[in-house]
């Protein structure tokens, strides 16, 4: 018997849905309004008879692990994962070892791992409220308690003392310091024990189902000269690149709404649902990755990108449009005011509706960045910029798209559609034929004189030659000269010399 089957078996349909969708007897069926589309009538149905569900309205339909895979935006295998992790199934290893992607999963270990870390992250939120300095902290920070306990953050004291007294509270509950020690909560040196997670601010990172699995601690005291930040290492139930802290509070504001915020920091993403922007969630102090923009490609249409308003925030943004054309999801920037956080502007007043309702693509952001004092550089700085924005269009796959980003640009560095749509393409040529080894033809209009030459590097020598003589008395570029370039670049001398009505 395969995993797929025996999950079938093993675990009624009417059970599974019944969690999601609220669903009453009518016959031999059982019937609900549908989670997969906006209706008001309930034709969404249940036969548990044959372990399917249907759709009158929207037709999708299927067994339970496709009921999980649809409603969670899972993959079959992630959604049999899903199953036997969120239902607690004991599955035979001789059905696991047939499930390739499956293979080495310990239940027994995996059970014993989330007890542990949640067992510690209730310890960590007691103390928390006993200590005078740290609970003092996230008051300062304007935490509330109602958002405090809904993250369960936590502290966790330095000293030998209380690496004791968690010890002795986790014994009462069964679980020894070799749980503690080979999980990563304590770490031992000689002849005593120690947390790598002593005298930081602790934020619970959950998985999607809602049970931690890693931690995140952040400094508070004045004087500690450590990391900022320090996160649980990596292990079988946790991958920082495939984790977003927040996920399991934000998911249902997220199919509800079809939006979501990313955030960089824990006390950002916290502070925004405070605020009411529930779906809202944080990268792990890393970069976003792709399989980030997956995840929650999954769970929404629409990713606003809510980055630190420094150079460092908008430089992770500008990486960004390097991720995001595979992905099917639409990236929003939002403007945050210079040197302000997510969490430091909402602290002061600030409208966060207002920034978020001015939010631009990313598209755009990047294009504006690039050609923002685009009139005043140098000939070689405008080319550059222009290839910069190259780079990123031609990852775009939709062509209709494409050609209104273009457009968009053109408006935004005055120059003709066309030239730059031409220049895009000469591009993508030239790109291709470096990759692929392949001799890249020059432009028709310049072949006399560059014959087999690469007409894009030849034409950029030709310009920086010109760009060193600009300012030099006298210099001019005769307009007979344009036709020996490409449209594109005819475009951007046109710009430059004046030629036709615009030379004064």
């Known amino acids: 018997m395969d995993l797929f089957t025996y999950l079938k078996n093993a675990l009624p349909i009417l059970d599974v849905v019944q969690d999601f969708v609220q669903v009453r007897p009518a016959g031999n069926y059982w019937k609900g309004p549908c989670p997969f589309h906006n209706e008001t009538d309930a034709s969404f149905t249940v036969s548990p008879d044959r372990q399917i569900f249907y759709c009158f309205g929207c037709h999708a339909s299927g067994d339970v692990i496709a009921f999980i895979a649809k409603r969670e935006k899972l993959s079959q295998i992630e959604s049999a994962k899903f199953i036997i992790d969120r239902y607690n199934l004991a599955v035979p290893q001789e059905v696991l070892k047939g499930a390739q992607s499956l293979q080495g999963f310990d239940a027994d270990e995996r059970n014993r791992y989330y007890l542990v870390y949640e067992k510690f992250a209730q310890w960590c939120n007691h103390t928390l409220k006993k200590n005078a300095a740290a609970y003092e902290y996230v008051k ?88 900022k930040y320090y996160n649980s290492k990596e292990s079988d139930w946790f991958i920082k690149g495939k984790t977003l802290y927040g996920l399991d509070v934000a998911k249902k504001a997220m199919h509800d709404s079809g939006k979501a915020f990313l955030v960089e920091g824990y006390m950002d993403c916290v502070m925004m649902v405070q605020h009411g922007f529930v779906a809202t969630v944080a990268t792990l102090g890393t970069a976003c990755t792709q399989e980030h923009l997956k995840l929650l490609s999954r769970h929404a249409q629409t990713l606003y990108v809510l980055y630190d308003g420094d150079n460092a925030g908008q430089a992770a943004i500008l990486r960004m449009t390097e991720l995001c054309w595979e992905v099917e999801i639409d990236l929003m920037v939002v403007m945050l005011p ?132 600009l300012y030099e008395p006298q210099f001019f570029v005769e307009e007979e000269l344009l036709g020996y370039f490409s449209l594109f670049v005819q475009g951007i001398l046109s710009k430059v010399f004046c030629y036709g009505s615009d030379r004064g």
């Open 140 to 227: 300062k920070r304007d935490l509330t308690d109602l958002v405090i306990d809904q993250f369960v953050i936590g502290y966790f004291p330095g000293g030998l003392q209380p690496v004791q007294q968690l010890v002795n509270a986790m014994a009462n509950q069964g679980i020894m310091v070799k749980d503690l020690v080979g999980f990563g909560l304590l770490a031992e040196k000689k002849n005593y024990f120690y947390s790598p997670f002593e005298e930081r601010i602790l934020f619970p990172i959950k998985d999607q189902i809602g049970r931690v699995c890693a931690f995140g601690g952040r400094i508070f005291k004045q004087g500690d000269e450590r990391a």
């Open 338 to 469: 210079f040197k302000e956080d997510p969490a430091s502007f909402l602290s002061k007043g600030g409208d966060m509706a207002a920034l978020i309702a001015k939010a631009q693509t990313i598209v755009n952001f990047f294009v504006s960045t690039y050609v923002k004092d685009f009139r005043l550089k140098p000939l070689a700085g405008k080319l550059a910029a222009i290839h910069k924005i190259f780079d990123v269009l031609q990852r775009i796959k939709d062509p209709l798209k494409r050609d209104l980003i273009v457009q968009q640009a053109a408006m935004d560095i005055d120059l003709p559609f066309q030239s730059l749509k031409e220049g895009l393409a000469h591009y993508v040529r030239t790109c291709a034929g470096r990759r692929y080894g392949e001799s890249v033809q020059a432009e028709p209009e310049a072949a006399s004189t560059i014959s087999d030459c690469d007409a894009s590097e030849l034409e950029q020598k030709i310009l920086y030659g010109i760009l060193t003589n």
